[in-house]
């Protein structure tokens, strides 16, 4: 079992502890799915306010769904749309404070209100995207944008095939 002390103040020590932790949980580990498996849940337990966290893989020319925490979710999205897929394909961190404004949002639980979608990246391949929902409406800010960003900069090389 696994225990962390993760950080309770600052958005700045929340981060560096869960990237410590992910580090701790995925260093050494060569499968991508037990890696992606143990982020998602990481994430799910101590970012505050999240009602879904996981990944999308990129296979062929879609996003699949990989390991999550929450409810079940859409199964294939295609690259260009909703936000998991504008992301994918603009390989851009996308946050949208109000998922009903996004042209194209793919509805997969009605009671999410924001969104954080990162691409992962390694080698300049795409290799998916890290998703989190909130039923809070504008719940992410740039300090999760930056944070989940570093989290998928050590996390892309240990899930890369």
Request: proline fraction near 6%.
């Amino acid at each position: 079992m696994y225990a962390f002390d993760i950080a309770t103040g600052s958005k700045a020590e929340l981060y560096r502890d869960l990237h410590a932790a992910l580090d701790a949980l995925t260093a050494g580990e060569p499968d991508p799915v037990a890696n992606m498996a143990n982020a998602a849940a990481v994430i799910a337990q101590y970012l505050p306010d999240l009602n879904w966290s996981g990944f999308y893989r990129l296979i062929g020319d879609e996003l699949v769904l990989g390991p999550f925490q929450g409810k079940a979710a859409c199964i294939r999205i295609a690259l260009g749309k909703g936000v998991c897929g504008t992301a994918a394909m603009a390989r851009t961190t996308q946050m949208v404070d109000d998922v009903h404004a996004f042209p194209g949002h793919i509805a997969c639980d009605a009671a999410s209100r924001s969104e954080l979608v990162v691409p992962i990246v390694h080698d300049d391949r795409l290799l998916g995207v890290l998703d989190l929902d909130s039923p809070l409406p504008a719940r992410f800010d740039e300090d999760d944008a930056r944070g989940c960003e570093a989290l998928m900069s050590l996390l892309a090389p240990r899930i890369a095939p």
